[in-house]
């Protein structure tokens, strides 16, 4: 389903910025995934209702920030240090089951695409040498 909106990709060089935002952050669990081309969809950061708790894929650990603005009912990702390999189209997810958000707070396995109902059609991250 196509219920959440992203936005803030684009074409940058190595070692530059971008800032994702995805809305409504109105879902229990959010996270955000990317799809490189011949690659399956793979989660890269997630986060729980109230940032009780996050997760981040060891490629992008220490690169790339997600966080939400309540106020504004808005999910962002700020990636930083940005590498080649970061090219992918990137999608914002949601979801309102519980054994989403133990995916995302426990330690047993990293949270999954069919954990998540919910969401974008997705904007495009490209990263030059």
């Known amino acids: 389903q196509v219920q959440l909106a992203e936005s803030g990709g684009g074409s940058v060089q190595a070692g530059g910025s971008l800032k994702l935002s995805c809305v409504p952050s109105?879902?229990?669990?959010m996270g955000w995934f990317r799809q490189a081309p011949g690659k399956p969809r793979e989660a890269i950061a997630a986060?729980?209702?109230?940032?009780?708790?996050?997760y981040y894929a060891d490629s992008v650990k220490g690169r790339f920030t997600i966080s939400q603005d309540n106020t504004e009912n808005t999910l962002y990702l700020r990636m930083d240090i940005l590498k080649p390999e970061d090219t992918a189209m990137y999608y914002c997810?949601?979801?309102?089951?519980?054994?989403?958000?133990?995916?995302?707070?426990?330690?047993?396995?990293?949270?999954?695409?069919?954990?998540?109902?919910?969401w974008g059609q997705g904007t495009q991250v490209i990263v030059s040498s």
């Open positions: 109105e879902y229990a669990s």
């Open positions: 986060i729980t209702k109230g940032s009780s708790t996050t």
């Open positions: 997810a949601g979801d309102t089951r519980l054994s989403t958000t133990f995916a995302i707070s426990s330690s047993y396995r990293a949270p999954s695409e069919a954990d998540f109902a919910y």
